[in-house]
């Protein structure tokens, strides 16, 4: 298994209309290699001093270390919510051809 020091992995909820839209975005400008749009993710936190429950998707986003904060401004710009959750995990190994090919579909100009 190959390290893989610069591999991200994203996590952002958001709303069923508004998620394929944003996949590809974020896909077409190249700050992220993938991504997985889960559906039918019950949410339940705490907003504005209540409880809410909503029904959203999960995208999950695979990018690398130098794409991350220019996808982050990026989804903070397409992203309806006024907080919307974003969190980046940092990946410790995987698959070494996944990852070379994650690290080439982050390339701005397609080569990496």
Do not use: F
């Amino acid at each position: 298994m190959k390290e893989a020091p610069e591999s991200r992995v994203i996590l952002s909820t958001a709303p069923a209309e508004r998620a394929g839209g944003i996949a590809r975005s974020l896909v077409q400008e190249r700050l992220a290699a993938c991504v997985n749009v889960i559906p039918a993710v019950l949410s339940v936190y705490r907003w504005e001093g209540r409880v809410q429950t909503d029904e959203e998707v999960l995208l999950v986003m695979k990018s690398v270390a130098r794409r991350v904060d220019d996808l982050v401004s990026r989804l903070l710009e397409l992203h309806p919510y006024d907080v919307p959750e974003v969190l980046v995990l940092p990946v410790d190994g995987g698959s070494a051809r996944y990852l070379e090919w994650v690290s080439d579909a982050c390339a701005p100009d397609g080569s990496s």
